[in-house]
């Protein structure tokens, strides 16, 4: 049995309550306390507190067939708004959403390489989008989330591989500007915490994110892993070549000098003697090119090693796969699973990620979201 203090026990309750309502979409008191097994004036009580602070609504009635037809509630998307942000190399994306993640508007920049310059660009970027933002929301801006291609550990970047901005103190400087909470987390971690929320109903699960590195969002019991140090999940770093090509990790033979976007376009682009971006291989591979489909199939070959490992390691439920190649060859993910060899196999459950690069932004309203409405669960 649960024992604590009155406020945590509270504290418990009321995330109980708002998770449930969540879930359901629009439920009403009684059922919620039929569902969590509380008392109607223990769910009476902290519904009202809920419905004082503008987070839940009460909208219409539920269907009866007799007495009185009870009020449903929801949750109120429109009480605050969430920036969420994905710091690549290249590009930045940002979007802001509602709180439950809807009514996105999305901007994209390049990254323009400077660090002054690029602060300068997202401090426009989001001034510009407080500005659009209705009037009328309850709380305004509820926060900030950065998606970074790198290790984060305590909200400050520990590794960034392929970007120079490592030092530039976001969480600091945005959040004096903005007087609200400034979240930092690795782009793979915050992937896979967006999939997991909009797509698939699982408590063991799997993101692997390939961009200019490989990295892998684990959600394991219905929590995210992110080590003791934040290191969990670098994926690309594992070493499938002994003596291999040199990585900045400082390692030898890791699977992002291999299987990496970065890496796999760089090769092409030797051969062809020209910039190769996803857009030029998918043009390439759709032609039947005979180099960018070797590269597909050194990416399938390698991708299996991988994740033939994750499935021992792990033996998770899903495994998400989020790769522009995805998109330029439907069967990749029956490829790669053809290419498993050992009893793992009838384990795996591979599948090409359904949001794809809003992942990393969806999962950054999400943990802006959690930071807003569980604060004292943290």
């Known amino acids: 049995m649960l024992t604590g203090s009155q406020e945590l026990i509270r504290d418990i309750n009321t995330q109980s309550v708002i998770q449930t309502v969540i879930a ?3 439920i009403s008191r009684a059922a919620i306390a039929s ?31 007799k007495g009185r037809k009870p009020i449903l509630l929801q949750i109120n998307k429109h009480c605050g708004y969430v920036i969420s942000v994905n710091l690549a190399s290249d590009t930045v994306t940002m979007v802001t959403a509602n709180l439950m993640g809807g009514d996105c508007r999305v901007r994209q920049f390049a990254n323009p390489g400077s660090d ?9 970027h989001i001034d510009e989008a407080c500005a659009e933002w209705p009037s009328e929301s309850r709380y305004g801006l509820l926060g900030i989330a950065l ?37 930092m987390e690795n782009e793979a971690n915050l992937s896979v915490l967006g999939e997991w929320a909009h797509c698939h ?27 003791k140090n934040g290191y969990a999940g670098e994926f690309g770093h594992t070493i499938i070549e002994i003596d291999g090509r040199p990585c900045p990790c400082g390692n ?9 976007e970065r890496a796999l376009f760089a090769e092409l682009s030797d051969k062809k003697g020209i910039p190769v971006t996803a857009e030029v291989f ?27 490992n994750l499935l021992n390691t792990f033996n998770p439920d899903i ?17 790669i699973e053809a290419e498993l060899h050992n009893n793992m196999k009838r384990y795996c459950h591979l599948v090409p990620s359904a949001l794809q690069d809003m992942s990393v932004l969806l999962g950054g309203v999400y943990l802006i979201r959690n930071r807003f409405l569980y604060p004292r669960m943290q």
């Open 252 to 260: 030898r033979g890791c699977l992002e000098q291999y299987a990496s």
């Open 147 to 183: 998606g970074i291609h790198g290790v984060v550990h305590h909200n400050k970047i520990m590794f960034l591989p392929y970007a120079s901005f490592q030092k530039v103190d976001f969480v600091s400087i945005l959040g004096e500007r903005y007087r609200v909470p400034v979240l």
């Open 24 to 26: 359901d979409g629009a």
């Open 319 to 335: 495994i998400v796969l989020n790769s522009s190649l995805t998109m330029y060859h439907a069967g990749l993910c029956r490829e």
């Open 116 to 124: 002054g310059e690029l602060l300068g660009l997202l401090i426009r």
């Open 35 to 65: 569902r969590l097994g509380l008392t109607k004036a223990t769910v009476s009580a902290i519904v009202q507190v809920l419905l004082d602070r503008g987070i839940l609504l009460e909208t219409g009635s539920g269907d009866t067939r």
């Open 201 to 227: 109903t699982t408590n063991e699960m799997l993101y692997i994110s390939v961009h200019s590195g490989i990295g892998v969002g684990i959600i394991m019991r219905n929590q995210l892993v992110k080590g």
């Open 282 to 308: 998918g043009e390439l591979f759709r032609q039947k090119d005979p180099e960018a489909a070797d590269a597909m199939r050194r990416f399938v070959k390698y991708m299996a090693v991988g994740i033939n």
